[in-house]
């Protein structure tokens, strides 16, 4: 889900999250990029079942939320690399990144932490890209 061109302002996220807390609704990775001219646009993942219950609450708070459209993209999926070795070893993102873009594979979306990256693409690439990953990845 990506709401666009959201005030650039001291506690509009955390509206935006607590609206769909308070119907708990799951959340989980979400992309908040720098502003740009006053505004923002902010992405997060949800559940596939939870689609309609999202849309229809984010549009019920519509003006205290500010945002100007909402952007739904389905058939997607998470691909995670985990493992203590990310933040001891270099290169591991290159070398997920190198297997997606040879599989000519266009990742949407791409978080880290100590311990692990993900990867949003599409899904009808998840069983292919999980199977080169692992080729590539996994000795």
Known sequence: VT???????KGVTYHIFKALSDENLYVDSIMLPAANQHQQDISFCIKAEDRQNVERILLENRNKL???DIIVKSNIAKISVMGAAIQTQSGIATKLLEVLYESDINVMSIFTSEIKISVILERSHADWAIHEIHKKLIR
């Not at 709401?3 to 302002?9: F, G, M, N």
């Open 3 to 9: 709401l666009t061109e959201i005030p650039d302002k």
């Open 66 to 68: 500010q945002f100007k």
